[in-house]
């Protein structure tokens, strides 16, 4: 399964992008700022979350449009194929809303048809940023192989904010409150924790299947920051009211959730290791959870600016690890020579300000 007919309208600064007669390879080419990893984007948001960019709705829509926008793809399968649709409206623009074959629905119905997964120059900093970074990642991660984990984020989340803002009052909240609020936070922050912890377990397992070279194999740890358990978490956050009244912030649960990362071959921390490691990491990482993604649903990978940060021979290990992915794989570049050994394969696009052309 693949995507094909692929419109943009309104978006960034697409006005009318079609994308037809699409290949497992999809090349992207073009100078800076040309509209390349705008397309992308837009591919992310056929999936469940805030895409790529985690921008704002309203920052995608075209700025001299005065509508909102709209993106729409075909799922190629067996039988006829499936349309998946998002769009947002200006006179509504908080609301990203969904359809499926023309029927109103949800992103989580989109999670069930597609699982999409990126790399992105914004990523290179994952490792040493801060430890929401890595939460966040995890989610996403973890959002690919079961669309009801935005649900428990979301919730968590909401939930979190409700307490803190209590904890952060002058007056002392009453015990009642905070037992209303842990009961909600505890079954969608276990749910998290399981969520995350699983994430980590098959990745582990499918890393230990990949070569070690060329790309640098990672060790991954899931950290917990409290009991991952109902039971565990409740009385964590019953247990610590009094600490965290004090700080005036919740101080455990899965907010304070952590992955470790260590180069596996030297036992250094990704942190510690040199950039092009870094970066081949995240590639292993990308790799691994992208066979997993896809497994039973349509995959969809997206790499930004990938092969200029690869040396031959890494590029040419990419390339042949993403042909056995299963994933359909969408790539951008400013030129198209890193992307010679794959040219004959691959259906390739020309972008310039907005406009895409057939190359």
């Not at 100078?31 to 948001?45: D, F, H, P, V, Y």
């Not at 949800?106 to 490792?127: C, I, K, N, R």
């Not at 109902?230 to 004090?246: C, E, H, I, T, V």
Request: net charge neutral; charged share 25%; proline share 5%.
């Amino acid at each position: 399964m693949a995507l094909d007919r692929i419109s943009l309208i309104d978006f960034r600064n697409h006005a009318a992008t079609e994308l037809g007669e699409t290949a497992q390879f999809n090349l992207l080419v073009g100078e800076n700022g040309a509209g390349k990893t705008n397309i992308l984007e837009a591919l992310s948001l056929l999936a469940p979350g805030r895409g790529l960019r985690r921008a704002a709705l309203s920052d995608m829509m075209r700025s001299d449009s005065g509508a909102g926008f709209r993106i729409g793809a075909d799922l190629r399968q067996d039988d006829a194929p499936l349309r998946l649709g998002t769009y947002a409206d200006s006179a509504n623009p908080g609301r990203r809303r969904v359809r499926i074959n023309g029927a109103e629905s949800s992103a989580t119905g989109l999670g069930e048809w597609l699982a999409v997964t990126w790399l992105t120059p914004a990523m290179d900093g994952l490792f040493t940023g801060p430890a929401g970074d890595r939460r966040r990642y995890m989610d996403r991660l973890a959002l690919a192989l079961d669309p009801a984990h935005a649900g428990h984020a979301a919730r968590y989340e909401a939930a979190l904010r409700e307490r803190n803002r209590l904890l952060a009052d002058r007056r002392e909240p009453e015990g009642a409150w905070l037992d209303a609020i842990e009961a909600q936070m505890v079954p969608h922050g276990a749910a998290l924790m399981r969520g995350r912890a699983r994430l980590v377990e098959t990745l582990a397992v499918r890393l230990a299947q990949m070569p070690a070279e060329p790309f640098a194999r990672p060790a991954l740890t899931y950290a917990p920051g409290a009991p991952d358990h109902a039971d565990g978490l409740s009385q964590a956050l019953f247990d610590n009211r009094a600490r965290d009244r004090a700080a005036q912030r919740t101080l455990a649960g899965p907010h304070r959730d952590e992955l470790e990362v260590v180069h596996a071959a030297k036992r250094v921390p990704a942190a510690q290791s040199s950039t092009g490691e870094q970066k081949a990491m995240l590639v292993a990482i990308t790799l691994a959870h992208a066979g997993l993604a896809a497994q039973g649903r349509a995959g969809l990978l997206l790499l930004d600016e990938v092969a200029a940060h690869l040396d031959p021979v890494r590029r040419a290990a990419l390339f042949e690890q993403l042909r056995g992915s299963g994933a359909q794989v969408w790539m951008t570049g400013t030129e198209a020579a890193p992307f010679s050994t794959i040219a004959d394969e691959a259906a390739v696009w020309r972008v310039g300000a907005g406009a895409v052309e057939r190359a």
